[in-house]
């Protein structure tokens, strides 16, 4: 017996022996290098969960691979995570002050975090130690940039432009320095640059169409005739001066006249407004007229209006205009909202409801379709139905007339210096009669 079980304990102990030589063979050791490659190649494809899950798994195997934690840092700094993305940076420099890419990680790391000066004195360093790279100086460049600090930063992108002659984000960032110093043409050399040497980048082709039409002065003078279907009725008739000056990107004051002929009374109006971005996504427009005799139209008119972006296709449109006549005040709230089904058509709807002291609400819907069939080319084709909001200029057309109708009009930039607006509106009312309403606006920019 106790030969038999020698013998089936012999056996037992052989086949597991086996089955572990034969398991092992079958799953290959983990090797670290070459999950440091997949993980960075899911990383450069834009993987960047999956990445950061093969470092993770890779530093909890192989924690002094500090390449792959300088990674995993990296990817941490992206998402947001930079407290701890500078752990690991300083982790790793603890061991191995001199690891390059740990320093440039944590010098970019810290840009984004507000923290420029640190930043930019770990940068001078390794442009110090490496004054051929055109990495440091080009990611100094962008440091002086977020930080405000132009003037060096387009030191740091000429630098790196001598080093690197043909690379087109070197190109880039010397165009947005420029157009960000105000200086138009050299922006506009660069982007022409970069154009070529890239034709199909985005940034490049509109910034040159930009640039190119950019005017930081315009005077717009319009004229408009409006006649009325039954015979009798004195044609209406308005002749309008504005000029714009652009302070920068962001500011645009104007100044109004116009002169209105309507009823028999002719009337003159003065006034000025801005156009202004406020931040990214926000716009706001604002404009006041007086009328000095206010016969036919109110002794006052303010309007002021937001436009802010919800998300990347919607913009919702805030505004409120106040008239004051003689005897009264008339509120109108503007709300509205815009759609961008393509960047080249957008659909604006808004609606106007007049609070008049002594009357009922008076309100109006407008509808437009926009499209832009070329770069400097914008149709729209729209209508509206309401009470005669729009273009009422005295209490009684606000509180009694009701309209419906519908207008189409073309805008095209002509040349650099010539710009047209037309348009086309049929007005169907309840009183006095229909009309036709013919406007064009010629602008001159210089």
């Not at 304990?9 to 086996?18: N, R």
């Not at 000025?272 to 926000?282: H, K, T, V």
């Not at 009312?429 to 009309?435: A, I, K, L, M, T």
């Amino acid at each position: 017996m106790r030969v038999h079980a020698g013998i089936v304990g012999a056996v037992v102990f052989f086949s597991c022996c086996t089955w572990i030589s034969a398991f092992s063979q079958s799953v290959p050791p983990y090797d670290p290098d070459s999950a440091f490659v997949h993980a960075l190649g899911l990383q450069r494809a834009g993987e960047l969960d999956e990445a950061r899950q093969g470092f993770r798994l890779l530093l909890s195997r192989f924690p002094d691979y500090h390449d792959a934690r300088v990674q995993y840092a990296l990817l941490l700094a992206w998402n947001g995570h930079y407290q701890v993305a500078l752990l690991h940076f300083d982790s790793v420099l603890f061991v191995q002050p001199s690891h390059v890419e740990a320093r440039f990680g944590k010098a970019q790391t810290l840009a984004w975090t507000g923290r420029y000066r640190q930043s930019v004195d770990i940068l001078l360093a390794l442009i110090q130690e490496y004054p051929q790279s055109a990495r440091f100086l080009s990611e100094a460049g962008h440091v002086y940039l977020r930080g405000g600090a132009l003037r060096k930063a387009l030191e740091y992108y000429e630098k790196a432009y001598i080093r690197l002659p043909n690379d087109t984000e070197v190109m880039r960032d010397l165009a947005r320095v420029h157009r960000s110093l105000g200086n138009k043409e050299l922006a506009l050399y660069w982007y022409r640059k970069l154009l070529a040497a890239s034709p199909g980048n985005d940034e490049a082709r509109a910034e040159v169409l930009r640039l190119t039409y950019e005017a930081d002065h315009e005077i717009q003078l319009t004229a408009a005739y409006e006649s009325f279907t039954i015979e009798g009725i004195q044609e209406h008739t308005l002749f309008q001066a504005e000029y714009y000056y652009a302070l920068n990107e962001n500011w645009k004051p104007f100044l109004h006249f116009s002169n209105i002929s309507k009823f028999s009374e002719r009337e003159n109006r003065f006034g000025g407004g801005f156009y202004a971005i406020l931040m990214n996504s926000l716009s706001s427009f604002a404009q006041v007229i007086v009328s000095p005799n206010a016969i036919v139209v109110p002794k006052l008119d303010v309007t002021a209006e937001l436009n802010a972006g919800i998300v990347r296709s919607v913009e919702l449109i805030g505004g409120f205009r106040t008239l004051q006549f003689d005897s009264v005040n008339v509120n109108i709230l503007m709300p509205g909202l815009t759609w961008y089904i393509v960047d080249e058509v957008w659909f604006t709807t808004r609606g106007y409801f007049g609070l008049i002291p002594n009357h009922a609400t008076s309100s109006t819907a407008t509808m437009a379709l926009s499209f832009r069939p070329t770069p400097l080319t914008i149709m729209r084709i729209g209508g509206f139905s309401g009470n005669e909001i729009l273009w009422a200029t005295t209490i009684s057309e606000l509180s009694s007339i009701r309209s419906s109708g519908g207008f189409l009009g073309i805008k095209s930039r002509l040349d650099p210096h010539l710009s047209l607006d037309a348009q086309y509106l049929y007005t169907n009312r309840n009183f006095p009669s229909h009309s036709h309403l013919m406007t064009v606006t010629v602008s001159v920019l210089f």
